[in-house]
């Protein structure tokens, strides 16, 4: 199972991004995936997950994160995509993808917001 | 939410030594608990999962026990590339909270 994540860089506050991950060796239309974060010398924080299509897509976001980040996916093309808006100082973290059960991680790719 | 409480946050011990890493859930998770080590500056890798299923590849000193609310990680005998931040995660239920982390260094 390979996971690799694009799209960090930095931002202003306030402004969005949208993170990718293209995903390969996994039956990918069948996983649940997830976003999970580190903020710089924390810890790990889950950022939210999606159902695979015929479990329904549906999404689980952090509470921190609800109604700001948006977690989707492109079966035809095995990406999973991480939206988010109106960022803050505090989102400043390396964004990982990861299988919903833990078992596979990506490398994780840096968000910066700062003005 | 369920919490999730490590201990100890740090520990030093030495090369071949056996080392115990507890977990606590605020809640019965059954046996959905995961343990992840992070090395410094990567990204992290599942060790165990189901609390006690070793990922192929992970060597066998690793070993996990537990269920309901009380899991530990146990390394029966320390090797140099082990120093590292272990995380455990709960994935009982959404938000799939992670303990503080456990830092392990060298004496």
């Known amino acids: 199972v390979q996971l690799v994540e694009s799209g960090g860089g930095l931002v202003r506050p306030g402004g969005s991004l949208r993170l990718s991950c293209a995903a390969s060796g996994l039956t990918f239309t069948t996983a649940w995936m997830s976003w999970v974060r580190q903020a710089p010398g924390k810890g790990l924080e889950w950022v939210g997950r999606?159902?695979?299509?015929?479990?329904?897509?549906?999404?689980d976001y952090a509470a921190p994160v609800k109604g700001i980040f948006t977690i989707t996916r492109d079966d035809s093309k095995n990406m999973l995509f991480l939206q988010m808006n109106s960022l803050k100082t505090e989102d400043t973290a390396v964004y990982y993808c990861s299988t919903e059960d833990g078992r596979n991680w990506g490398q994780g790719t840096l968000v910066t917001v700062s003005s | 939410d369920i919490q999730m409480t490590q201990s100890p946050s740090s520990l030093s011990a030495s090369v071949g030594d056996r080392v115990t890493i507890t977990c606590r859930a605020s809640q019965s998770i059954s046996s959905y608990l995961n343990w992840h080590q992070q090395i410094p500056g990567k990204a992290p890798k599942v060790l165990i999962y189901?609390?006690?299923t070793l990922k192929g590849g992970v060597p066998s000193r690793f070993s996990g026990s537990g269920s309901g609310t009380d899991f530990t990680l146990t390394i029966s005998s320390l090797q140099p590339e082990d120093f590292a931040t272990y995380y455990c995660?709960?994935?009982?239920?959404?938000?799939?909270?992670f303990g503080q982390g456990t830092k392990l260094e060298i004496k």
């Open positions: 999606i159902k695979s299509k015929i479990d329904g897509e549906t999404t």
């Open positions: 995660q709960q994935s009982f239920s959404t938000p799939y909270t």
């Open positions: 189901g609390a006690s």
